[in-house]
């Protein structure tokens, strides 16, 4: 907690180092001229000279600016992941400031908008239960200026200590649930926001999760949710349900890396080795019925709520409720999305990638450029059903439905005077 005492510098050599006082509330700081320059960098956003001055300033870097600001804070807002990395490895406090608002370095990074910088926050320990002077949380301010991503990011996270003990012996068991060496991809694995199935299957491979028999994954997923069961509240019945969403998913690909692995055992069709188990899955989930649902995907995501064991909580009943209704025109994808990742059901006009859903997706169909895509794997998995209107004048784009009116679930004057006050400091 305790700021370093700064060096006392002579500010008199230039009139506008000594700020016309502005509020009684504020008491003005003298600044050294590194500590200058360390703000001076970060608002300019001039990373390397900034790692210059870091790597000759020995002092802590937790002091603050007249407006009780720390340079990770202002970092922070100017969603600058480098610079956050940069004063974290200096040893910067993540949870230290005195701002007047009491807005932390991850309310900053909420309203930046940056997942990066918001998940080294995290990581670093912030606490993201903290609110500001007008009893908002991070995610909270972030949903109001609709950085969706960063509220799911926030909501998601969960500490690496907490899935510690899946990589231990527990009671009778032989062999941990989990190989310590999987930890870290699991960790990445169980704090993903793109829950679209295409997605989870490429996760896992990408994080190395296939290396471990996934029947074990699925058991440690069902016992975190039994866990974050009965600590109830609502953002552990989210978590809860999550787990069991990403657990029931696990099961549905080792079903079908089951099959794929009989089928090439049995050696049908010789010829025909190309396709792997996650092109398999892919087809099945993209698979389209004549009213390009994704029906595989409706049916497993419906057998799976009903498969939820915690009936009598208010996440299964708003997902239930919303899948029966008969005005609501989402898919059952979106639905539970929207239920895991706080996004309360409104849809936004971002693109997505037409395979596996990720969020503003770089590349697209070079032929049509109607459809958009991560990366040549998303591409290649989703070809199947784009060949057939690939080219086409476009009609179907396979995108999303118009934007609704995005509904804001904080919708309060006094939030945007705060920012507009923010905005102007
Ligand atoms: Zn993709
Ligand atoms: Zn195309």
Same mark, same amino acid.
């Given at each position: 907690?305790?700021?370093?005492?700064?060096?006392?510098?002579? &500010?008199?050599?230039?009139?506008? &180092?000594?700020?016309?006082?502005?509020?009684?509330?504020?008491?003005?700081?003298? @600044?050294?001229?590194?500590?200058?320059? +360390?703000?001076?960098?970060?608002?300019?956003?001039?990373?390397?000279?900034?790692?210059?001055?870091?790597?000759?300033?020995?002092?802590?870097?937790?002091?603050?600016?007249?407006?009780?600001?720390?340079?990770?804070?202002?970092?922070?807002?100017?969603?600058?992941?480098?610079?956050?990395?940069?004063?974290?490895?200096?040893?910067?406090?993540?949870?230290?400031?005195?701002?007047?608002?009491?807005?932390?370095?991850?309310?900053?990074?909420?309203?930046?908008?940056?997942?990066?910088?918001?998940?080294?926050?995290?990581?670093?320990?912030?606490?993201?239960?903290?609110?500001?002077?007008?009893?908002?949380?991070?995610?909270?301010?972030?949903?109001?200026?609709?950085?969706?991503?960063?509220?799911?990011?926030?909501?998601?996270?969960?500490?690496?200590?907490?899935?510690?003990?899946?990589?231990?012996?527990?009671?009778?068991?032989?062999?941990? @649930?989990?190989?310590?060496?999987?930890? #870290?991809?699991?960790?990445?694995?169980?704090?993903?926001?793109?829950?679209?199935?295409?997605?989870?299957?490429?996760?896992?491979?990408?994080?190395?999760?296939?290396?471990?028999?996934?029947?074990?994954?699925?058991?440690?997923?069902?016992?975190?949710? #039994?866990?974050?069961?009965?600590?109830?509240?609502?953002?552990?019945?989210?978590?809860?349900?999550?787990?069991?969403?990403?657990?029931?998913?696990?099961?549905?690909?080792?079903?079908?890396?089951?099959?794929?692995?009989?089928?090439?055992?049995?050696?049908?069709?010789?010829?025909?080795?190309?396709?792997?188990?996650?092109?398999?899955?892919?087809?099945?989930?993209?698979?389209?019925?004549?009213?390009?649902?994704?029906?595989?995907?409706?049916?497993?995501?419906? #057998?799976?709520?009903?498969?939820?064991?915690?009936?009598?909580?208010?996440?299964?009943?708003?997902?239930?409720?919303?899948?029966?209704?008969?005005?609501?025109?989402?898919?059952?994808?979106? +639905?539970?999305?929207?239920? +895991?990742?706080?996004?309360?059901?409104?849809?936004?006009?971002?693109? @997505?990638?037409?395979?596996?859903?990720?969020?503003?997706?770089?590349?697209?169909?070079?032929?049509?450029?109607?459809?958009?895509?991560?990366?040549?794997?998303?591409?290649?998995?989703?070809?199947?059903?784009?060949?057939?209107?690939?080219?086409?004048?476009?009609?179907?784009?396979?995108?999303?439905?118009?934007?609704?009116?995005?509904?804001?679930?904080?919708?309060?004057? #006094?939030?945007?005077?705060? @920012?507009?006050?923010?905005?102007?400091?």
């Amino acid at each position: 907690m305790s700021a370093t005492e700064p060096a006392v510098e002579p &500010t008199a050599t230039q009139n506008e &180092t000594v700020p016309v006082a502005a509020a009684a509330s504020a008491p003005k700081v003298i @600044l050294s001229s590194e500590q200058k320059e +360390i703000f001076d960098r970060i608002s300019k956003n001039e990373n390397s000279e900034l790692k210059l001055v870091l790597a000759q300033f020995k002092q802590s870097v937790d002091f603050v600016d007249d407006n009780g600001m720390t340079p990770l804070q202002h970092a922070a807002y100017k969603g600058n992941k480098d610079a956050v990395q940069m004063l974290l490895d200096q040893g910067a406090d993540v949870n230290s400031g005195k701002h007047e608002y009491n807005y932390t370095a991850l309310h900053f990074g909420a309203l930046s908008g940056s997942v990066d910088v918001c998940m080294k926050l995290l990581l670093a320990g912030a606490k993201s239960d903290a609110v500001n002077t007008i009893g908002r949380t991070a995610a909270q301010m972030a949903a109001f200026v609709a950085n969706h991503q960063v509220v799911a990011t926030i909501n998601g996270f969960v500490p690496i200590k907490d899935i510690e003990c899946y990589t231990k012996i527990q009671g009778s068991q032989k062999e941990p @649930l989990l190989p310590v060496v999987h930890l #870290e991809g699991f960790h990445k694995f169980i704090m993903q926001t793109n829950i679209h199935p295409v997605r989870i299957a490429l996760n896992l491979q990408k994080f190395g999760l296939f290396a471990v028999d996934l029947m074990r994954i699925r058991l440690v997923l069902d016992e975190m949710r #039994e866990r974050d069961m009965d600590r109830r509240n609502e953002i552990n019945e989210v978590m809860a349900f999550k787990y069991h969403y990403l657990g029931y998913m696990v099961n549905e690909i080792e079903k079908c890396r089951h099959y794929f692995l009989a089928r090439k055992a049995e050696g049908s069709n010789g010829k025909d080795q190309k396709s792997d188990f996650v092109e398999l899955f892919a087809k099945r989930v993209l698979k389209q019925g004549k009213d390009g649902a994704l029906e595989y995907v409706e049916a497993t995501i419906r #057998e799976c709520v009903r498969e939820f064991p915690f009936r009598e909580y208010a996440i299964f009943r708003q997902v239930v409720t919303q899948l029966a209704s008969k005005d609501n025109s989402a898919s059952a994808l979106e +639905i539970i999305k929207a239920a +895991i990742n706080g996004q309360r059901g409104f849809q936004d006009t971002i693109s @997505l990638c037409s395979s596996c859903g990720e969020e503003k997706p770089d590349k697209k169909c070079s032929k049509c450029k109607q459809v958009q895509y991560c990366d040549r794997e998303c591409q290649r998995l989703h070809w199947f059903m784009h060949k057939k209107v690939c080219a086409r004048p476009s009609s179907t784009t396979g995108q999303t439905g118009p934007a609704k009116d995005a509904k804001k679930e904080i919708d309060s004057a #006094e939030i945007n005077e705060q @920012l507009q006050k923010l905005m102007a400091s």
